[in-house]
């Protein structure tokens, strides 16, 4: 134990209130540590938020968040907050698809043991040819038959490993690149091998792994709001608008924080769960050594003036050839338009966004050129994740440091997963769980 007075020895403090944050402190609180948690914000969430929006008239996610069924650490928390029952798991992994010729194709898999749901999904999957189905089979027995070792794979982008196992145009044009903007934010030359065969094995080869669950609340209301609500009802505390803005250490122990009106903050253990964007300018050591960087995400939000459920039946759609790589229908009048890896449409005006969106939208389902769009909002998340690619897999830090009592959540920690929900809470778990190891 770090400290011997009874009353200190619990206390924690957590700097940083994202879902990171807020999952660390409620794992502790859970476990009666006296936590405090700093928030530079006026809101927590950190990436994952809500927010009124007056010009669509509607509660509105900064982005969508998608979640899968091996998101375990995640269902954890949510249990614990209460709400895990505002989630919706698909019974099986169903996916469509629009191409820009107005083209609808189905991607379901059956209920069969993986990877045999996997197998009879793609037989099935009209957006690829035989060609390109057999190549995709070559490189799941690939990942699946381990040729490559970890050490060899950590040294590769997706694209060598797409090369190197005959993928065939089309097959990563229809199938892999909207595979790997959704789960890593990047595109296939900047997205690790290694990751990308792990989330292979955890979505695609692993029981259950790979149906979608998506939220039927906003944002707020499921990961944020409830926590709060937790970590009261636990004696925790909740301090907003107050930023760390230096760290004392001496030897290899913090011994305090100052915040940014130099009040001096003092507990038994600290954890840090601010991106890596901002652990740097608190951490001038070598806790980390640069190596990261960001990948925008654009949300565009789109209300209409009726219902177009008749158009658009589905909860969400992936859309091929398109700028625009996702369209999900946040109500019967309203659709959320996705963009990741968005580096290059980051830098167009919001207006040019809006018209480039709703034109592929239009392509992509002609029939909702009869719906006028009354209002719309774009969100530019500039710095919605890091970029995942080979470099990125020796620049993670493990969430025990050699600072005795400072551990490090956040989704870029080294968890072995892209930058996720499930990455920033199974970094939580690890700290939370490599602090009770130290005392
Ligand atoms: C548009 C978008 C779409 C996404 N889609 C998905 C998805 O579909 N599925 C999925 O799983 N994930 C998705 N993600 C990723 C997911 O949202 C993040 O991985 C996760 O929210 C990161 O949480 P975090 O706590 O690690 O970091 P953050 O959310 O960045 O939280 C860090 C917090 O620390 C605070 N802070 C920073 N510095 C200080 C300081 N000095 N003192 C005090 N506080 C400080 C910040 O204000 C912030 O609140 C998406 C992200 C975005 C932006």
């Not at 009726?306 to 050839?321: A, C, N, P, T």
Request: proline share 3%; charged share 25%.
């Amino acid at each position: 134990m770090m400290d011997t007075d009874e009353g200190f020895k619990n206390t924690v403090t957590v700097i940083g209130g994202g879902i990171a944050g807020l999952s660390s402190a409620v794992f502790l609180a859970e476990r009666g540590f006296k936590v405090t948690l700093y928030e530079a914000s006026p809101k927590l969430g950190g990436r994952a938020y809500s927010f009124v929006d007056n010009t669509i008239g509607a509660v509105l996610d900064n982005g969508q968040h998608i979640l899968a069924s091996w998101y375990e650490n995640t269902f954890d928390y949510l249990k614990i907050i209460g709400s895990f029952d505002k989630l919706s798991f698909q019974n099986q992994l169903e996916v469509n698809f629009a191409d820009q010729n107005g083209m609808i194709y189905r991607f379901k898999c059956p209920k069969l043991p993986p990877p045999l749901h996997l197998l009879a999904g793609i037989m099935k999957f009209k957006a690829l040819g035989s060609k390109d189905k057999l190549a995709l089979i070559r490189l799941v027995r690939f990942i699946k038959n381990k040729k490559l070792t970890r050490d060899k794979l950590s040294e590769l982008n997706t694209d060598k490993l797409f090369s190197m196992t005959g993928q065939t145009e089309r097959l990563i044009e229809n199938f892999w690149k909207p595979f790997i903007v959704a789960v890593f934010n990047a595109s296939p030359d900047n997205t690790s091998a290694l990751l990308f065969a792990d989330m292979i094995r955890k979505g695609f080869l692993e029981k259950g792994g790979s149906n979608l669950v998506l939220p039927n609340d906003n944002l707020t209301d499921i990961f944020v709001k409830p926590a709060e609500e937790f970590l009261k009802s636990k004696n925790c505390e909740v301090i907003f608008k107050k930023r760390i803005a230096k760290i004392i250490i001496e030897g290899n122990i913090i011994t305090s924080l100052l915040d940014e009106d130099n009040r001096e903050i003092k507990s038994s253990f600290y954890i840090s769960a601010v991106p890596f964007f901002e652990f740097e300018k608190l951490f001038v050591n070598e806790l980390y050594h640069g190596g990261l960087e960001t990948s925008p995400i654009v949300n565009i939000h789109l209300k209409f003036d009726k219902d177009i459920d008749e158009i658009f039946s589905e909860r969400f759609v992936g859309l091929l050839g398109s700028e625009v790589q996702w369209a999900f229908k946040v109500k019967s009048d309203q659709l959320c338009l996705v963009i990741s890896a968005a580096r290059k449409i980051a830098e167009m005006s919001k207006e040019q966004i809006i018209d480039l969106a709703v034109n592929e939208l239009h392509y992509a389902f002609p029939r909702l050129k009869s719906a006028k769009i009354t209002g719309s909002r774009v969100i530019k998340e500039m710095k919605a994740t890091f970029i995942p690619n080979s470099h990125s897999i020796s620049a993670r830090p493990i969430s025990k440091t050699v600072i005795k009592n400072l551990f490090i959540a956040g989704d870029w920690a080294d968890t072995g997963l892209p930058a996720t929900i499930e990455g920033a809470i199974k970094s939580s778990k690890t700290c939370v769980n490599e602090l009770l190891k130290s005392i």
